[in-house]
């Protein structure tokens, strides 16, 4: 959800682990969504062909993360490592599936879990716990979370690698596979299955996943159909939308006007002073671009969307945020609605800028302010940290581009 722009202004500098990601996922994010093919996955299933479900390209952070903070940058989904997190895939599986996920730990000890499905009854597959190698299937009936009959002590995951996880739903019973070898089974009709709140989805029909206090880069998910035809809950992301957030992970795609630009661990892009960062993507006209952005020192950074002719910036330079017209900001913005937003130094601010039929809708932790700006056919997007020569500075993180909501005007 990004756009951006402008004029001539001298711009800013930045630093971004968007460019120091870990290592790519050997997926595109930008294939097809369903294909026919034979499953790859070892074991091979009964079926001699069955469609198979790109869910990578379903997903959607903002949508359906119901839990903890997830990312989508580059066609890898991350968790944060933060606490129990939970994220639903919009995708209902048919009667007999394949659910396959290939993820890598990060960093933690604790458990990663495929949320699975059975004529609408959910249940989970549960890999690893603190430092414990044990794998189990919850829920069952009368049965301790890490005690029941399908619970084994397999293996303890190790930080950096790769592993693949296959969990085979048929209509007697459950198979789960790790690298190719059967870890755990369970004969089952599923009356024996005992739906529990805390990892719920939010549709018991739906696919899912969480982590646990555990870092994870899920770098491939998909579904493979065995008997019956699953439902897709919502389209994929279109294609231009998952180029421009590849392009924006991409350090070749930002040119620094001044100064030079810096790599930093954690993803964020930092703008000091009136050295000035462009992206040099185009960002289809109708989108909302969602980010972060802490304002470490002084009150005046910039974020230009060339194309719109407006900008965010702080309001008479206090430390508050508002929108004006770029590259003159004593331009008025037309129909201008909503008080600047104030923020303290430092504090983490949850942003979003929504383009749609010549209007713009900006907010900032769960406050708005709206108007009219340009209706170009592309935006471009510029950063820059202050105003003049000061060393003020502000990072910038989560850039995330989708296509902007349609409205009722938008519906003829």
């Known amino acids: ?37 034979t499953t790859t996955s070892a074991p091979t299933t009964a079926a001699a062909e069955a469609r198979q479900i790109d869910l990578m390209p379903l997903s959607n952070p903002r949508l359906d993360g119901l839990r903890g903070k997830w990312t989508l940058r580059g066609g890898v989904l991350r968790s944060s490592g933060q606490g129990d997190e939970l994220l639903q895939i919009p995708y209902e599986p048919p009667e007999e599936y394949d659910y396959e996920i290939h993820f890598v730990r990060v960093r933690g000890d604790n458990c990663v879990i495929q949320i699975l499905s059975h004529e ?41 690698r790769e592993y693949v996880s296959v969990v085979k739903v048929r209509r007697h019973g459950v198979k789960a596979y790790l690298d190719g070898e059967l870890v755990s089974s369970w004969d089952t009709d599923y009356s024996d299955v005992e739906s529990r709140p805390f990892w719920r989805l939010q549709d ?56 030079s630009l810096h790599t930093m661990t954690d993803g964020r892009l930092r703008c000091e002073g009136s050295a000035s960062i462009a992206f040099s993507g185009d960002i289809p006209a109708d989108s909302r671009i969602s980010f972060h952005m802490s304002v470490a020192s002084g009150p005046a950074p910039r974020i230009y969307f060339d194309g719109a002719g407006i900008c965010i910036a702080s309001a008479l330079h206090t430390p508050a945020l508002t929108v004006q017209s770029a590259p003159n900001s004593l331009k008025p913005v037309p129909h201008l609605k909503g008080d600047p937003i104030p923020y303290k130094a430092g504090e983490d601010l949850d942003c979003a800028i929504e383009f749609y039929d010549g209007h713009f809708e900006f907010s900032a932790n769960g406050h708005s302010i709206s108007g009219d700006c340009q209706s170009p056919r592309t935006l471009r997007l510029s950063l820059r940290g202050s105003t003049g020569y000061a060393r003020d500075s502000a990072d910038i993180w989560d850039l995330y581009v989708e296509p902007a909501e349609k409205r009722p005007s938008d519906l003829k």
């Not at 206090?213 to 294609?239: D, H, N, W, Y």
């Open 204 to 259: 018991n029909a739906a696919l899912g996943l969480a982590t646990s206090a555990f870092q994870t880069e899920f770098r491939s998910i998909r579904v493979t159909e065995v008997t019956g035809t699953g439902k897709i809950l919502r389209p994929p992301m279109p294609v231009a939308f998952q180029k421009v957030n590849e392009q924006l992970d991409d350090a070749k795609n930002w040119s620094v006007k001044q100064n």
């Open 120 to 160: 609408n009854m959910p249940f989970i597959w549960v890999m690893g716990t603190g430092a414990s190698k044990r794998f189990t299937f919850h829920y069952l009936k009368g049965a301790g979370d890490f005690e029941n009959r399908t619970t084994r002590d397999y293996t303890q995951m190790v930080s950096g």
């Open 1 to 37: 959800m990004n756009k951006y722009i402008v004029a001539s202004l001298p711009l800013l500098m930045v630093s971004c682990s968007l460019m120091a990601q870990t290592t790519r996922p050997t997926t595109s994010a930008t294939r097809a969504t369903t294909t026919t093919t």
